[in-house]
């Protein structure tokens, strides 16, 4: 027992050393480890904030039913109950005329003609009511509703999913898709650059020890007692990479939300990715080390294994 905890300290006072001794060496590591660490931070960061910024847009998203003059308020309520069977419909809100009217000069209050205008004639807005939708791409049952000829006939007008609204609707809600699944591809694109650039890192190290490890093995040293010191000295590059790399995206996103006054930078909202950061902080300290660690292990695993097969044998 003693004998394994001293075989054990050795390796990792080893891996400590060479952690130390080869600092230009495990700097070099480390750079790439960092980047790689960065970059998938950053990305997942990027698509959980940009999803959130599709997701803010489908919520705004509702269908527009707009009404004759002439419908009852039993017509108007029977509409109304018919639509929240549907399971699609999240709410309605009934606008009046007047309602309509009012938002329309609001919407117009910069424009004095428009005002003008609108005061010398009566109301030509129509009631309308608005239809919330839980899942903008899956319409069918409320647009088959709609049209048909009984309910068709109580509407003064086309809905507004039609013509130019309905197409970007609908091009808003396959993006929403598309950029939840370019974002996973994107993050698996990027672990699977950096396993391959840590690998050859590592093996560039072991190929510079290759005379030392060739006397250790003559000496009898077994690949464990070989192999571990290397083991060690990839946990502190992942550790510290790890550490330095959410650092460095704190840093970012702490700057990027104090200085920035606008909520959205593009399609990104930065407020938003500041907080998801900071609300996801302890669960984003664990990935990163866990991912670290994994590679910078990984990697120092198969590399010494490959060494140690193709110099010594099995």
């Not at 001293?6 to 980047?35: D, E, H, K, P, Y």
């Not at 900071?278 to 660690?293: D, K, R, Y």
Request: contains cysteine.
């Amino acid at each position: 027992m003693n004998r394994k905890l001293t075989t054990l300290w050795r390796i990792i006072l080893g891996g400590t050393n060479n952690f130390v001794r080869n600092a230009w060496l495990s700097a070099a590591a480390m750079a790439v480890m960092i980047i790689t660490l960065t970059i998938v931070l950053f990305s997942v960061i990027a698509n959980a904030t940009f999803s959130y910024t599709v997701q803010t847009i489908r919520d705004k998203i509702d269908i527009s039913v707009y009404l004759k003059d002439d419908i009852t308020d039993t017509q108007r309520n029977d509409m109304i109950n018919d639509l929240k069977k549907i399971k699609n419909v999240k709410a309605i809100n009934y606008i009046t005329k007047e309602q309509a009217l009012k938002n329309y000069i609001d919407i117009n209050k910069d424009n004095i003609d428009l005002q003008l205008a609108i005061s010398q004639t009566d109301n030509p807005l129509p009631a309308s009511l608005q239809i919330k939708l839980n899942d903008p791409d899956h319409i069918e049952e409320i647009k088959t509703y709609l049209e048909k000829p009984a309910t068709k006939a109580l509407q003064s007008d086309e809905t507004s999913y039609s013509g130019d609204r309905k197409e970007a609707i609908d091009k808003i809600a396959k993006a929403t898709s598309f950029i939840r699944k370019a974002g996973i591809v994107g993050v698996i694109v990027f672990a699977l650059i950096s396993v391959l650039i840590i690998f050859n890192t590592i093996q560039m190290a072991i190929f510079n020890r290759r005379d030392e490890l060739s006397i250790m093995r003559l000496l009898g040293a077994g690949k464990g007692y070989i192999r571990g010191p290397f083991l060690v000295e990839s946990f502190f590059i992942g550790v510290s990479s790890a550490v330095i790399s959410v650092v460095l995206c704190n840093a970012v996103f702490s700057v990027a939300s104090s200085t920035l006054n606008a909520s959205s930078f593009g399609l990104l909202d930065i407020t938003y990715a500041s907080t998801y950061f900071a609300a996801h902080f302890w669960m984003i300290v664990g990935s990163q080390l866990g991912l670290g660690i994994l590679i910078g292990v990984g990697s120092s695993f198969v590399a010494t294994q490959r060494y140690l097969r193709m110099k010594h044998g099995k």
